[in-house]
């Protein structure tokens, strides 16, 4: 038996995605016993996230600055938005710089089972950037399940009025795939064959 400590530590890393009782208490060991090479340094990264984390204003992406890193990148294609439902859908597609302008994260998707409906999401933060201008194409980068497919219609209804080229990732994308599980060929091939919104 570990001390009480110890047992604290390995149960929140056992409630890690990815991790349960097993790994964790393989990584807790693992930083026992590597204090100066493993535990110090996570706990410095951890320390300084946790002091900067930020959610960022424009685009919704969780980042240590608000605006986020993307959103203050002058290199990305500020005519192009991407609509994402999670965070981790946008950093799927940055992974690999597969998308070269920026983001919009809706913050989920409408789900009349779960009673999520337009005003929960971040959809008229979306529609005032739109409307700000400066923007020639939005990609409805929707998860390919039912909800993210109705969420994809309601916005691209809402878009309507803009001037505004308004594309659907194509659904090359396995039904009820979420973008974060996908590799990076998959997206890539996804976003390229990108079409219009009927
Ligand atoms: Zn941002």
């Not at 590597?34 to 969780?62: D, Q, Y």
């Not at 959103?71 to 799927?92: Q, T």
């Not at 990732?169 to 998959?186: F, I, K, Q, S």
Request: aromatic share 4%; glycine share 8%.
């Amino acid at each position: 038996m570990a001390s009480p400590e110890i047992e604290a530590l390995t149960t929140v890393l056992s409630r890690l995605p990815g991790f349960g009782p097993r790994s964790a208490r393989r990584a807790v060991l693992h930083l026992l016993k590597r204090r100066e090479t493993a535990m110090a340094p996570l706990l410095t990264a951890l320390t300084r996230v946790n002091e900067r984390l930020a959610t960022c204003s424009t685009c919704g992406n969780v980042d240590t600055s608000d605006p986020c890193a993307i959103c203050a990148d002058p290199r990305r294609d500020a005519r192009s938005l991407c609509v994402v439902e999670e965070v981790g859908d946008l950093w799927a597609l940055d992974r690999s710089r597969l998308f070269p302008g920026r983001f919009h994260v809706l913050g989920g998707r409408l789900s009349a089972l779960e009673g999520v409906r337009p005003e929960d999401l971040a959809i008229d933060s979306l529609l005032r950037r739109v409307a700000g201008g400066g923007i020639d194409e939005v990609v409805l980068a929707m998860n390919a399940t039912l909800e993210g497919q109705t969420t994809a219609h309601y916005i691209a209804e809402r878009i309507e009025g803009y001037p505004v080229r308004v594309t659907q990732l194509a659904h090359g994308l396995p039904v009820g795939g979420e973008l974060d599980y996908l590799d990076e060929g998959t997206l890539a091939q996804a976003l390229r064959a990108r079409r219009p919104v009927a």
